[in-house]
């Protein structure tokens, strides 16, 4: 059995859980919820995720391929069965929507990690050389090609990995981001003026 963490604040008691325990009932008491239940939450947490930026086009298209084929599988098993579920059936969709509801948890809080914070903190970087006049037109330019291209080449890795980077795509844009990072330097330091 999972050991559940608990924050009490105030008069308030927080449970924190793990993705699978969205399986489970808040309390002994409650009963489970039912296949119909579990799948409209997780398309709830699916919706939430696009609409708060948390989950990518490449992963909420992998999620969303998922839980389609969940829905096929459990139409296959219910025409087998005269449109009712066995127990072993309802127990291998449940260990399916587990797996799933993990996937959710880790897509929706992969966040934009180190590859995506770096994007923001050159970003900001070569606007604040934008507005002290420290970088010219012509080297913003260059530097928000070279950008651009990191982008492009990021964009690239993830199609071909649905939706994630490897680390060793995480590494390669790290280096990319490094050259980046100096070119900024280089360019703001350069004594030349707006």
Partial sequence: M???????TGAALFVLSTPA???QSATTNDPPQTIQQRKENQQDRIAQGVQSGQL???????????????????????????GHLTA???AKLNNQQNRLSNQIYD??????????QRKENQQDRIAQGIKSGQL?????AKL????????????????????KLT?????????QQNRASRNIYNKKHNGRRQ
């Fill in 144 to 163: 928000e090609k070279q950008q651009q291209g990191i982008n492009r080449e990021e964009a690239g890795m993830r199609e071909a990995n649905g939706g």
């Fill in 136 to 140: 010219t037109p012509g080297e913003t």
């Fill in 107 to 116: 897509d929706k809080h992969n966040g934009p990690g180190e590859v995506g």
């Fill in 2 to 8: 999972k050991v559940m963490n608990a924050v009490l």
């Fill in 21 to 23: 325990m969205f399986a």
């Fill in 167 to 175: 680390g060793a795509d995480k590494k390669a844009l790290n280096q």
């Fill in 56 to 82: 990518t086009a490449g992963e909420t298209k992998n999620l969303e391929t998922k839980e389609a084929g969940l829905n096929k599988e459990e139409r296959t098993m219910r025409s087998e069965d005269g």
């Fill in 88 to 90: 072993a059936d309802r």
